[in-house]
């Protein structure tokens, strides 16, 4: 029994019209033997899953480095809201749940350790600049697996490299920036949605800011509690994207208006606050000192666990090394190598 056209059957007669479509996927860089279980976007969903670079996000800054409480986000737990938040969405409009998991489980491989800091460090010192997003899509494309990558659709693919807004609109019209599927739609809305929610819970727990202070229109349209808050922000999107008789993913411009009013709210707030602010600044001479020393010494570089692949250059091979660290690892690395280390005597 082939399980696999089983599903792509079910797919063929479920999803709505517009939603990809397993079997018709473009496929991959490279063709390899198919699953008889897996559909080619459940595959790559568990070659993500499996991946060194996903489990390192477990110790990766969100938007506090290296928090003592238990409760704080990471960017791991991050990727999980969005993945189902994503999910929960794809299922309501009868898309590829398969395809959304996948892209919101690779979006942010690429994320440098202490978070937003970590990248315009590396922006600064790359000659080609450097941001997360297309180092995501070389995570899955070169680095890893010793430099064979996963070998992912172009579906999967597509959608990594067009998750990212930055403080631009919700979504574009322009090809060259919108994700070509509607489940990558999906999972771009999905990122926002579940970053604005849990970075105000997480301030709010880390006493950056009170619950009083988050502007009362905003309050007032997406709610209080963060459950109240995903929950507003989904059903809007669920409910605008099925209006028209022609499946498209939106959000009805009221919502649209308070979710970019609360983005540009938690930047001054929250991501540019003393607090914050203060750490990332030893975060960010933290990875310049590393970066500095590294391309300074090859051999030292090597000796400490960076590799070069063929055809990258000294500084690049550096770049992937240090925003492929954890926090904990970066600063361990830092300690070993600039600060004095207890002596040993025999």
């Known amino acids: 029994m082939n ?16 939603a990809a479509r ?9 063709p390899g033997r198919e699953c008889s279980i897996r559909t080619v976007f459940q595959h790559d969903r568990d070659r993500i899953l499996h991946s060194k670079a996903f489990r390192r996000l477990k110790y990766k800054t969100q938007v506090f480095l290296s928090p003592e409480g238990d409760h704080y986000r990471t960017r791991l737990t991050h990727t999980l809201e969005v993945s189902q938040v994503a999910r929960t969405v794809a299922r309501a409009l009868r898309l590829n749940e398969d395809l959304t998991e996948a892209i919101a489980l690779g979006h942010d491989l690429g994320h440098t350790p202490f978070g937003h800091a970590g990248e315009r460090v590396l922006d600064e010192l790359l000659s080609g600049g450097f941001h997360h997003v297309q180092q995501s899509l070389r995570v899955v494309d070169v680095l890893e697996k010793d430099g064979r990558g996963l070998n992912l659709s172009f579906e999967v693919r597509d959608g990594i490299i067009k998750h990212s807004k930055g403080r631009g609109g919700l979504l574009t019209p322009e090809p060259a920036s919108c994700a070509k599927t509607l489940e990558g739609q999906v999972v771009r809305l999905a990122d926002i949605i579940a970053y604005l929610s849990h970075d105000l819970d997480d301030a709010i727990r880390g006493g950056v800011i009170q619950q009083a202070d988050v502007p009362k229109q905003i309050s007032a349209v997406i709610g209080i509690k963060h459950s109240e808050r995903i929950d507003r922000m989904v059903r809007d999107l669920i409910g605008k994207s099925l209006e028209s008789e022609v499946l498209q993913v939106r959000i009805s411009s009221e919502m649209t208006e308070v979710i970019l009013a609360l983005r540009s709210w938690l930047y001054e707030s929250v991501y540019q606050s003393d607090l914050v602010h203060q750490d990332f600044v030893k975060a960010s001479r933290v990875l310049r000192e590393l970066f500095l020393c590294f391309i300074d010494n090859e051999q030292l570089f090597i000796e400490h666990g960076g590799r070069r692949l063929e055809g990258d250059s000294l500084e690049v091979s550096v770049a992937d090394f240090i925003a492929g660290m954890t926090d904990r690892f970066a600063l361990t690395l830092f300690n070993r190598l600039f600060m004095p280390q207890p002596w040993r005597s025999i």
Do not use: A, D, M, N
């Open 22 to 30: 397993s079997s018709q996927s473009l496929g991959r860089r490279f």
């Open 3 to 18: 399980i696999r056209k089983i599903t792509e059957k079910y797919e063929e007669e479920f999803l709505v019209s517009g």
